[in-house]
């Protein structure tokens, strides 16, 4: 009998970390998309029209992240009650906040204060988010401060890609049967490589802690 316990055991363990796994790389794929196309919208010059482009963007990405949230450790609730919408514009908010802040103050000060108050804009959102999606999670204490700092780590690396290096690689044409190609890469595409790696570690340790594996 205590063979078969443990079989059972192992086997929900393994199960919980195929969902976490799963719901790590869902939850960072949306917000890298969310935050990376708000990002080349709104970063440098700007009109109204890429400003509010961009906040629907980064919005929607940040409904997907807690519809990710909601799915794995909730019920999927509806997310428009007004409750449930507390993170997802919590989370929009944080980021914008970051940026304003990173422009405000400027140069590298202004990126290191700036990951300092989305790592604690972003450690917040995700203990709000727990407890609108975990009907139980009021009954846990305890903040996770990992995740937010990950996470504001990529996004100082990204907006630092953006602001201080400039360089481009390029290819030579590349010919694709009638017409030709040039492959080129710039600085802040490995900052939002980098920021997409953060996502992935940030929500692998987050899912982690909230499904007890």
Known sequence: MSVIRRTEVLGRTTRR????VTAALSAAAVETLGVGLWFGLVVGSRTTTTALAGLGVLF???????VVVDATIGDLGDLLQPHRLAAPLLLTGGWICWLLVAELVGDVAGVAVATVVLTAVLTAQCRLERRVCDRYARYRTGWLVGPGLLLALGAAALLASAWFTGWTLSSGPISLGITTVVVRLEAVHLGAAAFGLAAVLAHQRRF?????T
């Open 60 to 66: 929607c990405g940040a409904l997907l992240r807690t």
């Open 208 to 212: 982690q802690r909230l499904l007890g």
């Open 17 to 20: 970390r195929v969902v976490g």
